[in-house]
């Protein structure tokens, strides 16, 4: 093989070489345009990432606070409990004994009053009832002067 044979082989081979070059070029154009893409995207991922965080330090913080505040809250529910018991023992002890003295008073009061009124009503009831009995003398005596007149009339 000559110089000649060898340089169009050669060349031949540099133009394959060439062509593979090329087409690895546009792959590689295509790579680089993927690897942006990607790069933009990490940085998007990452931006987000950084909020996520930051809303989660916010999140822990706010959950902490809330913590105190439902501790604040047991604290004063327990307080309120022991005011409430406070409360029921002095009814069951201080007001239901009052108000059982109020009820014994007021029934002897009403008794008394009763005691007050019941000779009046008596008296009223013995009123009509020696009215009704004056009425019926009255007509006993009538009925009976007329039995005399008929026997003085008939004998």
Same mark, same amino acid.
């Given at each position: 093989? #000559?110089?000649?044979?060898?340089?169009?082989?050669?060349?031949?081979?540099?133009?394959?070489? !060439?062509?593979?070059?090329?087409?690895?070029? %546009?792959?590689? &154009?295509?790579?680089?345009?993927?690897?942006?893409?990607?790069?933009?995207?990490?940085?998007?991922?990452?931006?987000? /990432?950084?909020?996520?965080?930051?809303?989660?330090?916010?999140?822990? #913080?706010? /959950?902490?606070?809330?913590?105190? &505040?439902?501790? *604040?809250?047991?604290? @004063?529910?327990?307080?309120?409990? +022991?005011? /409430?018991?406070?409360?029921?023992?002095?009814?069951?002890?201080?007001? $239901?004994?009052?108000?059982?003295?109020? /009820? @014994? %008073?007021?029934?002897?009061?009403?008794?008394?009053?009763? %005691?007050?009124?019941?000779?009046?009503?008596?008296?009223? +009831?013995?009123?009509?009832? *020696?009215? %009704?009995?004056?009425?019926?003398?009255?007509?006993?005596?009538?009925?009976?002067? !007329? !039995? $005399?007149?008929?026997? *003085?009339? *008939?004998?």
């Amino acid at each position: 093989m #000559t110089i000649d044979e060898k340089l169009d082989l050669i060349i031949d081979d540099m133009g394959f070489v !060439k062509t593979k070059l090329n087409s690895l070029e %546009g792959r590689m &154009d295509k790579l680089e345009e993927r690897m942006d893409k990607l790069e933009e995207r990490m940085d998007s991922l990452e931006k987000d /990432v950084r909020e996520l965080k930051e809303d989660v330090a916010v999140l822990k #913080t706010d /959950v902490s606070e809330l913590k105190e &505040d439902v501790a *604040v809250l047991k604290t @004063d529910v327990s307080d309120l409990k +022991v005011s /409430v018991h406070g409360m029921n023992i002095v009814i069951e002890n201080e007001i $239901r004994r009052n108000i059982d003295f109020l /009820v @014994d %008073g007021h029934t002897l009061l009403n008794n008394r009053i009763d %005691g007050l009124f019941m000779p009046a009503n008596a008296i009223e +009831v013995l009123q009509i009832e *020696v009215s %009704g009995l004056k009425s019926r003398v009255l007509e006993l005596e009538t009925q009976n002067k !007329k !039995k $005399r007149k008929k026997k *003085v009339a *008939v004998g």
